[in-house]
C-alpha cells in the first residue's frame, strides 16, 4: 500500500535525539552510509565505535569516533 500525500501533508522537518552517555557500535562505519551513521550519533552526543574490515581508513574518522578493525560476519 502506497500513501499518496499531497507535498503540504506529509511530514518534514529533521529528528533530533538525544544520545548523551549512550554506546553505539557501527559495523561497516568506515565509509558510505555507515560513516553517515557515525556522524550522526556521535553529533547527537552518543560514543561512537566504529568496527570495519578497513583498517586504513581509520585515520579519515572525525576524533571523537573510535575505531576497531574487525569483520563481524566471522
Partial sequence: ?????????????QVRFDNQDRVVLVSGGASGIGLAICQQFSQSGAHVLCMDVDGQRAGALPKPIEFFCGDTSR
Fill in 1 to 13: 500500500m502506497r500513501l499518496n500525500l499531497p507535498m503540504k501533508n506529509r511530514p518534514h522537518g
